[in-house]
């Protein structure tokens, strides 16, 4: 089992950048595919980013391709989501999660088993 905390939201002009970080805490951290996923106020969670065990491939939504980056620090047990070029429409709250199976089709939420408490960000126009 693994606990996760993230961190890193807040206020943001459109244009702007943040960093978010998931922290994980209790099982190897390196056991597990790790994911972010956003959730706008009135509509369903979607899919961000991911990246496997090791870091060497990551995947994204369309959405967001070539302005987020996802990256892990197996070291440090954490994963980021650096988001750049940042708009009103990514204004949501951003979870993290980890996956303990094989890696395929990372978009899926139904494939993690464990979910950050989420960390909000907005994008001000």
């Known amino acids: 089992q693994v606990q996760l905390v993230e961190s890193g939201g807040g206020l943001v002009q459109a244009g702007g950048s943040l960093r978010l970080s998931c922290a994980a805490s209790?099982?190897?951290?390196?056991?597990?595919?790790m994911g972010w996923f956003r959730q706008a106020p009135g509509k369903e969670r979607e899919f961000v980013a991911a990246?496997?065990?090791?870091?060497?491939?990551?995947y994204y939504a369309d959405s967001v391709k070539g302005r987020f980056t996802i990256s892990r620090d197996n070291a440090k047990n954490t994963v980021y989501l650096q988001m750049n070029s940042l708009n009103p429409e990514d204004t949501a709250v951003y979870y993290c999660?980890?996956?303990?199976?094989?890696?395929?089709?990372?978009?899926?939420?139904?494939?993690?088993?464990?979910w950050g408490q989420g960390t909000q960000v907005t994008v001000s126009s």
């Open positions: 990246i496997t065990r090791s870091g060497s491939s990551t």
């Open positions: 209790g099982r190897t951290f390196s056991s597990y595919s």
């Open positions: 999660a980890a996956d303990e199976g094989i890696w395929a089709r990372p978009f899926l939420s139904s494939k993690y088993e464990y």
